[in-house]
């Protein structure tokens, strides 16, 4: 199975900063990884897929980047309702796998 | 829209059979080259890829649990449906169902999930 690697797990930053969320691989996967955000009681919600393409009617201050081992979501100027978990997930081959995840709380 | 719904029992004893149905709505389960999936969630083991069907019966598990996993469709009734057998207290999770275009293989709509405790 391909082992995806997530960090930091704990993030905690004031509204209006940046964040940076990283991922990396334990093979190579080109730009086969997805991210979702999670919050509390809900559903994780695709934010973007083929490392860098932004799903539809997400927020143009998320975005990813990375090929290869190497991935990365940035957060641009954060809001309230960006306070969640995120993970990424790994689409290259069966079985499917994610990250463990990052919280990230308002400071 | 498409939206996916989770059921079935909350509670199932060890070593019992774990069976959840998912009804899809907004959409029909047959439209399209799409798989449909199970995807679980627990604190221990976080997100857990289960597996697959597409809407002709083919199907894909996660090797870690296909000697236990089986799914099915059912077209007429726009749902697919998960059984697990032998369950143990480690399958205690949210299972929830999503889908994915073929060759794409990210997951986009989630239900909202049910959770699934493994008691007696």
């Known amino acids: 199975d391909i082992q995806m690697t997530q960090s930091p797990s704990f993030l905690s930053a004031p509204i209006g900063d940046g964040v940076t969320i990283s991922c990396r691989a334990s093979q190579s996967i080109a730009t086969s990884v997805s991210w979702y955000q999670q919050r509390p009681g809900k559903a994780p919600n695709l934010l973007i897929y083929g490392a860098s393409t932004l799903q539809s009617g997400v927020p143009s201050r998320f975005s990813g980047s990375g090929s290869g081992t190497d991935f990365t979501l940035i957060i641009s100027t954060l809001q309230l309702e960006d306070f969640a978990t995120y993970y990424c997930q790994q689409n290259y081959g069966v079985p499917y796998t994610f990250g463990q995840g990052t919280k990230l709380e308002i400071k | 829209q498409l939206q996916l719904q989770e059921s079935g029992p909350g509670l199932v004893k060890p070593s019992e059979t774990l069976s959840l149905t998912c009804t899809v709505s907004?959409?029909?389960?047959?439209?399209?080259?799409?798989?449909w999936d199970w995807i679980r969630q627990s604190p221990g083991k976080g997100l857990e890829w289960i597996g697959n069907i597409h809407h002709n019966g083919a199907t894909y598990y996660n090797p870690s649990l296909h000697s236990r996993v089986t799914m099915s469709v059912d077209t007429s009734k726009n749902q697919f449906s998960l059984r697990l057998t032998s369950v143990t207290a480690a399958d205690s999770a949210v299972y929830s169902c999503?889908?994915?275009?073929?060759?794409?293989?990210?997951?986009?709509?989630w239900g909202h999930g049910t959770l699934v405790t493994v008691s007696s």
């Open positions: 907004g959409g029909s389960i047959s439209g399209g080259n799409y798989y």
């Open positions: 999503a889908r994915h275009i073929a060759g794409k293989n990210w997951f986009d709509p």
